[in-house]
């Protein structure tokens, strides 16, 4: 079972950019679909981004689109949300998990989440 731990949130001023990575231990992290999700306060989780097992394929909800970059280091045990013209409506608690070992984006796919790195955007 991986663990992952996210880092690298914090506070930017709007159109700003950050960085999160996530840091997976175990043997296994190059077979799992990973996943970024973000809860906001008083919302609900929702996707963000997910990228496949290879790093070859990647999905991105429409929200973030053209700003957002996932990307992946299998040697390294960890994958990276390149985050960039920031909004301060992308505030929230953003978590990455563990997906399938296919290629399924479903939000039921994914599992073994970290506990989630603060990003807060100002206007």
């Known amino acids: 079972q991986l663990q992952l731990v996210e880092s690298g949130g914090g506070l930017v001023q709007a159109g700003g950019s950050l960085r999160l990575s996530c840091a997976a231990s175990?043997?296994?992290?190059?077979?799992?679909?990973m996943g970024w999700f973000r809860q906001a306060p008083g919302k609900e989780r929702e996707f963000v981004a997910a990228i496949s097992r290879s790093g070859g394929t990647s999905y991105y909800a429409d929200s973030v689109k053209g700003r957002f970059t996932i990307s992946r280091d299998n040697a390294k045990n960890t994958v990276y949300l390149e985050m960039n013209s920031l909004k301060p409506e992308d505030t929230a608690d953003y978590y990455c998990a563990r997906g399938m070992r296919s290629w399924d984006i479903h939000p039921r796919a994914f599992g073994s989440w970290g506990r989630g790195t603060q990003v807060t955007v100002s206007s």
């Open positions: 175990g043997r296994t992290f190059s077979s799992y679909t």
